[in-house]
């Protein structure tokens, strides 16, 4: 199936149901479940979310699983296994309907590693069952050569796809959650750095990245691979020749969200394309062509900064923001604190968590929010810390949209419409 076919039954599926969702506009923001609470929950660990509302957090040792009625643990300590702390919002988990778990790891007591230990992407399932290693090595020492990425993918279906990368050497893997995984680019001088990564059930995995430019050294951008070894002239992208590091996201139909706290353009086969700051949807297109992006929210209504962003499969994108006047000032540093969670253009109706939201119960005057996932349930993932010595620091919660996605349903189906018809315009010539 091509690029073109991926996006066109997508669609044809969305037009038929559309004619049985409401355009009503909902204000208020959605209800909330707490899933789970802690003093030991990894507050830089984005919580994963399936599409049966299992909610799946890191502590130094172990997962912690909430379905908003039962919690559970499960022990990583007798593996040796261990999420080491972040300065960074990572994903480093991630879980599906079918009760598979994956996620990457460091086991400091791995045997030939030493001293430093191994680090790796491991299997385990919402029953608990130990551990299995999808693939690990050997660390070769604090900052040297390749070692898996803070951030791991995984898809409905089960496609797990992650990045060892670190200045040319490494790879970029990509397989079933059962296993094997295996190599799909493998670092050069060319694809040199990887950030963020994600992956689909059609086997497309968008990373973030810093690659070798053709036509003017060191570069950033979304590269799209699918097949092994692909050459940077047969890829999509969703973004290129940047200098940003933007947050990203893929769904099923291959749309990439990401955020961008600079304004920045793209020199495209001579021409220059540029932006504001905002959060953006791509319909990747080959690399050194034209991109095509719709702008989700910018920073005009009241936003003036935003971080992380993730998408479903019709199109929903939810990101945190930070707002004018809000908890902090509106500077483009990557740790910064957001006042909440938002899936549109205008923060009031548009948001999801907020601060000074009373049904956030004890930390409804949190010291930070992060985003976890939106699921295909519409429900959304996030967590929040609060320093007050009588509250548990972190809680876990579960967002649920169903009652206000149905206009975001509608902007989506449209923007993948238009994307469409200037796809087959452009490929019949007829496209200025």
Request: glycine share 10%.
């Amino acid at each position: 199936m091509d690029q073109l076919q991926r996006r066109v039954l997508p669609a044809v599926f969305l037009v038929c149901a559309c004619w049985a969702v409401s355009t009503s506009h909902a204000c208020a923001a959605p209800p909330f479940t707490l899933v789970a609470t802690g003093f030991d929950l990894q507050q830089s660990a984005r919580p994963a979310l399936a599409d049966d509302g299992t909610v799946v957090a890191a502590e130094p040792e172990g997962l912690v699983l909430g379905d908003g009625v039962t919690v559970s643990f499960i022990d990583l300590a007798p593996s040796g296994l261990m999420f080491s702390p972040s300065n960074k919002s990572v994903r480093p988990v991630q879980v599906r309907s079918a009760g598979d778990i994956v996620f990457a790891a460091d086991r400091f007591a791995a045997t030939g590693c030493a001293p430093y230990g191994a680090r790796g992407v491991y299997r385990t399932d919402t029953g608990g069952s130990p551990p299995a290693t999808l693939f690990e090595e050997c660390i070769e020492g604090p900052s040297v050569g390749e070692k898996v990425g803070p951030h791991v993918s995984m898809s409905p279906n089960g496609t797990v796809a992650f990045s060892s990368i670190v200045s040319s050497e490494g790879a970029i893997h990509r397989g079933p959650v059962a296993g094997p995984v295996s190599l799909l680019r493998s670092g050069s001088g060319t694809f040199y750095n990887t950030g963020e990564i994600g992956g689909n059930d059609s086997g497309q995995v968008a990373v973030q990245m810093e690659y070798g430019d053709p036509f003017g050294g060191l570069k950033r951008g979304i590269l799209i691979f699918e097949l092994v070894e692909q050459a940077l002239t047969e890829i999509d992208t969703a973004l290129e020749r940047v200098t940003i590091q933007p947050s990203i996201a893929i769904n099923s139909a291959g749309e990439v969200a990401f955020s961008s706290n600079f304004d920045f353009s793209m020199d495209i086969d001579g021409t220059l394309y540029s932006y504001t700051k905002g959060v953006y949807v791509s319909d990747p297109t080959l690399f050194n062509t034209e991109k095509m992006l719709t702008q989700i929210a910018d920073a005009a209504g009241g936003y003036c900064g935003f971080g992380r962003v993730d998408i479903n499969d019709v199109g929903t994108v939810v990101f945190e923001a930070q707002l004018v006047g809000g908890l902090s000032a509106c500077t483009p540093d990557p740790n910064a604190i957001y006042d909440g969670i938002f899936m549109g253009s205008d923060p009031v109706n548009d948001r999801i968590a907020t601060f000074n939201d009373a049904a956030l119960e004890a930390h409804r005057y949190f010291d930070e929010i992060r985003l976890g996932e939106i699921n295909n349930s519409d429900q959304v993932s996030f967590l929040t810390t609060y320093s007050e010595p009588l509250v548990e620091p972190t809680y876990i919660w579960r967002a649920e949209l169903s009652e206000v996605r149905n206009e975001r349903f509608i902007e989506g189906l449209i923007r993948r419409w238009r994307n469409l018809i200037r796809r087959l315009l452009e490929r019949w010539g007829l496209f200025p």
